[in-house]
């Protein structure tokens, strides 16, 4: 999203835009972890941000908070400071969430310090209404609800094909990091359930395993619940590929009860190929899907798997809801999600801090 943003203001032509690089995290495996190698790519993205203030004066840094664990937030501890004395404004772009239900957590000395940098910045993004409790625990009093959008990748409009009636092989779909946090013990456990009485029905993983949840660990869980032929691992898939699985998928199935889980983009881009939804209603989640839903938003109960598995079989039984929960997404997409709606949400906020002649960061 922060490249797509760049993308985006850069090609308006309205502003001087530069791209002060984070360059921190090189494999998944160093997400959310410190280290001496970040120490040394400290030093590089600072002398990044003196370079571009010794071209001239920075009016605006949109500067995208790190999230709810203690390394990013040491990160934005480091950087938050430099991009206040360095440029006019600063605007705080939460692409995570989590912060206020882990603040209290924190290190004191380490919240008294963000606090005293959060009231001297000029405002702050956030995805959804749910995100503005994380940048008001940090002083920032002005806060802006700014959705993602995304470039509509179906420019002709096209909806799923038809449900394939009585075949009971519905094609499920999952996109995004493969872990503890986004369900996924609890989507095979589900699967696996429902498999019993659909045994033609077959599941894609696109993505990567990440921190606890290893690829060991997945390959060991399909042979135990015996979803070796039913369970297809994709990997990490982009471009033509990704909306090729998308186009072939009847369901994206989105089980996060992640922490930090602020938006669920994917659940954007299937209602852009309008494809219907079922979701755990966690965070901004039923937010997002908007009302009527696109699909199923189920609550998390004490065995998930078991609310996850009552999900799958209840879509399994309403074929005659697919087209609609289809048009339904497609026409939030459009409504709330489109590349052009993201951009002037994007420019009414700038056009709110500075000038269009100003240089943005």
């Excluded at 239900?101 to 000029?122: E, Y």
Aim: neutral net charge; aromatic residues 10%; charged residues 25%.
């Amino acid at each position: 999203m922060v490249r797509f943003l760049f993308k985006l203001l850069n090609d308006s032509k309205a502003y001087r835009v530069s791209l002060w690089k984070f360059d921190f995290t090189r494999r998944i495996q160093e997400i959310r972890k410190g280290g001496f190698s970040k120490l040394f790519a400290l030093a590089a993205v600072l002398g990044r941000l003196l370079r571009l203030r010794l071209r001239g004066e920075i009016d605006l840094v949109i500067f995208p908070a790190g999230g709810p664990h203690l390394a990013p937030l040491v990160r934005d501890a480091l950087l938050l400071p430099c991009a206040t004395l360095l440029s006019k404004n600063v605007v705080m772009h939460f692409h995570a969430a989590g912060l206020a239900s882990v603040w209290d957590d924190q290190p004191f000395l380490l919240r008294v310090w963000l606090k005293f940098w959060g009231q001297r910045v000029d405002g702050a993004i956030v995805l959804t209404d749910f995100g503005k409790v994380d940048p008001q625990v940090m002083g920032i009093q002005r806060v802006l609800r700014v959705p993602n959008g995304l470039k509509d990748r179906n420019p002709m409009g096209l909806l799923p094909k038809a449900p394939r009636s009585g075949s009971g092989g519905t094609q499920f779909l999952y996109v995004g990091h493969l872990c503890n946090d986004k369900g996924i013990p609890e989507l095979l456990r589900a699967f696996a359930v429902h498999v019993e009485k659909y045994p033609q029905a077959t599941l894609a993983l696109v993505g990567e395993c990440l921190g606890e949840f290893s690829e060991e660990r997945l390959q060991a869980e399909l042979d135990s619940l015996g979803l070796r032929t039913a369970v297809a691992l994709v990997g990490v898939l982009e471009g033509s590929e990704l909306d090729q699985q998308f186009r072939d998928a009847d369901v994206l199935v989105f089980p996060t009860h992640a922490p930090y889980e602020s938006f669920g983009l994917v659940m954007v881009e299937a209602m852009m190929w309008g494809l219907p939804v079922i979701a755990t209603d966690w965070r901004a989640n039923s937010e997002v899907m908007g009302n009527p839903l696109p699909g199923i938003c189920y609550e998390i109960e004490k065995t998930p798997s078991g609310s996850l598995s009552e999900s799958l079989g209840k879509f399994e039984d309403s074929t005659n809801l697919w087209p609609t929960w289809s048009a339904i997404g497609r026409q939030r997409f459009l409504d709330c999600y489109s590349q052009e709606r993201f951009l002037g949400r994007i420019e009414d906020m700038i056009s709110d801090v500075l000038d269009r002649t100003s240089e943005v960061v």
